[in-house]
């Protein structure tokens, strides 16, 4: 084992390289040092505010009641309606998305993780989900912390036939509607930096390289020997044993193409040699997406919400509904997830819908080798009916919430044409569409690379000898749940599997 930290700043060696130092690179890099006795280096887009103790994290960082805008990659593309145009937001920062998202922490069905084909059996997922939650600090909100429009959006889905209950973070829950279980403990969004980073920090076989972008890995055969990357003006080499590649749905993909892993015919196109011909890198990428209806808050909403914030904090996002459209899968396939925020002359209220069982596909594809270009990313959002008429159904829920007796009185008038209109047409529906911020699927795992198989159910990508990817990109089909507690329970699974692989050359604690 080589020390990371000994060796001059433009060739860096480890026994292992864990590119991304997002919400599932956190995990990986943890456990490596927690459970062997590997060198591990990090390479990180964004900058690296080190352990929260140290007191150099950014304010919107940590605060979990609203997102933050800073620290985003920067991508757009398609929406589902022509020319409509959105943004991808994604987190550069040690963390990745776990430090900027809603922190929401649901966890989807059972069900949906064991079709993966991963060696996950009932016990072991549940042992992830545990594990994970344990480590992110997940809690839920009593219902008398509900602010009063959470408390009037859960009567409201309650009206509407959700039972009320607490089994959102439980894998073999079914459709109801209750707080949030949430990874603030304290108000600080509880990012995969503090959970699995912070403990190892002060270990010498842990090195973080932050701002510094990957470009490319370089093949010898079947096997990475070293991967390019650019820092400030700088290019630097890391040289290890494996290679972990955790970039997430976008930056994983952007990575491997670049490498030479995917279609090869495409990549030759642009000038990059392909080294790994897999037909799935960039395809298969799906998301849940998303509609809403938005309300002003009537007068006394408005005095109740600011009166709330003035005594305790205010999250935008508290309470979530699992529901069932007419055509959906049980035992549901529809999330609610009500918000709230200040507008410049007072508070709107937002009733979204997401759908859950996308069955809309589409791919990224790179414009060029030079690892600051943006790629193309295009996720096909609503361009399979079922996902339009899923959608439709939760839009239809968000009404009948907003007709309620819980909820109805206290909201004002709606905001836009689409939460004025009562029938909407499909293309106005298909343009005020958005997403839930969960890509996913751009380097599948699965048994065969003839069928769109980038990673094999180890995360190994086929045909490479020492190159996993673990991230979001690998889940093959999205769960029915927010995307963060998956992929840390996924990070979870494969990271300890890698752990007790048998590594060459580097004795296992
Ligand atoms: C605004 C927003 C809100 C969300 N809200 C929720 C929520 O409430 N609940 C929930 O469960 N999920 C939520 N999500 C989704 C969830 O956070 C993500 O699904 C999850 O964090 C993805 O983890 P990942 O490890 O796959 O990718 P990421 O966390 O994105 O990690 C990828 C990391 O790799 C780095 N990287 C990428 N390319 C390179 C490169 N070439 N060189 C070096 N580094 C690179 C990135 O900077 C990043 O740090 C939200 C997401 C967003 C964007």
Redesign the pocket.
């Known amino acids: 084992m080589v020390s990371a930290r000994n060796v001059p700043d433009q060739l860096v060696r480890a026994d292992v390289a864990v590119?991304?130092?997002?919400?599932?690179?956190a995990v990986v890099a943890g456990r490596l040092i927690e459970n062997t006795s590997l060198s591990v280096v990090v390479?990180?887009?964004?900058p690296d505010y080190g352990p929260l103790a140290a007191g150099h994290w950014p304010r919107e960082l940590l605060d979990s009641t609203t997102?933050p805008e800073t620290h985003d990659?920067g991508y757009r593309g398609p929406g589902a309606a022509p020319g409509a145009e959105l943004a991808f937001?994604?987190?550069?920062?040690?963390?990745?998305?776990?430090a900027?998202?809603?922190?929401?922490?649901?966890a989807g069905l059972a069900s949906d993780y064991l079709a993966w084909g991963l060696s996950w059996t009932g016990e072991t997922l549940a042992g992830a989900f545990k594990e994970s939650a344990a480590r992110l600090r997940v809690r839920r909100d009593d219902d008398d912390q509900l602010t009063p429009f959470h408390a009037a959006a859960m009567a409201a889905m309650v009206e509407c036939g959700l039972p009320r209950t607490d089994d959102l973070d439980d894998l073999y829950g079914g459709a109801g509607c209750g707080p949030s279980p949430v990874n603030n403990p304290g108000g600080v969004r509880w990012n995969t930096g503090f959970a699995y980073l912070d403990p190892v920090r002060g270990e010498n076989r842990l090195r973080v390289i932050d701002r510094?972008?990957?470009d490319r890995l370089e093949f010898g055969g079947s096997a990475v020997r070293r991967l390019h990357l650019l820092r400030g003006g700088e290019r630097l080499v890391v040289e290890a044993d494996r290679f972990v590649l955790?970039?997430?749905?976008y930056?994983s993909p952007?990575?491997l193409l670049r490498s030479g892993v995917g279609p090869a015919d495409e990549l030759r196109a642009l000038g990059v040699r392909p080294a790994l011909d897999l037909p799935g890198v960039g395809r298969n990428l799906h998301d849940h997406p998303m509609a809403e209806l938005r309300f002003a808050a009537g007068d006394e909403l408005a005095r109740r919400l600011t009166d709330h914030a003035r005594l305790r904090p205010l999250p935008d996002?508290q309470v979530i509904g699992k529901a069932r459209s007419a055509a959906g899968r049980e035992p549901y396939d529809l999330h609610l997830l009500p918000w709230t925020g200040r507008t410049d002359d007072g508070w709107m209220c937002v009733l979204p819908a997401a759908c859950l069982t996308p069955r809309s596909r589409g791919a990224l594809r790179l414009t060029s080798p030079d690892?600051l270009a943006r790629p193309a990313i295009d996720h096909g959002y609503l361009t399979d009916d079922a996902d339009l008429a899923a959608l439709r159904a939760g839009v239809e829920l968000c009404r009948d919430m907003a007709a309620s007796a819980a909820l109805g009185p206290l909201l004002g008038a709606p905001l836009d044409e689409f939460t004025a209109d009562p029938r909407p047409s499909a293309e106005l529906l298909r343009a005020s569409a958005a997403h839930y911020?969960?890509p996913v699927g751009t380097c599948a795992l699965g048994p065969d690379p003839s069928a769109g198989a980038v990673v094999d159910p180890a995360g190994r990508v086929h045909g490479s000898d020492n190159l996993w990817v673990i991230?979001?990109?690998i889940m093959p089909v999205i769960p029915r749940?927010?995307?963060?507690?998956p992929?840390v329970a996924l990070?979870e699974h494969l990271a300890g599997a890698l752990a007790d692989n048998g590594w060459p050359g580097s004795g296992l604690s």
């Not at 390479?43 to 964004?46: R, S």
């Open positions: 590119i991304g130092g997002g919400t599932a690179g390479i990180e887009a964004g997102l990659w937001e994604r987190a550069q920062v040690i963390g990745g998305c776990s900027h998202n809603g922190c929401s922490q649901t510094a972008v990957a955790c970039g997430g749905a930056g952007e990575v996002e690892p911020w969960h991230d979001a990109s749940a927010t995307t963060n507690l992929v990070a």
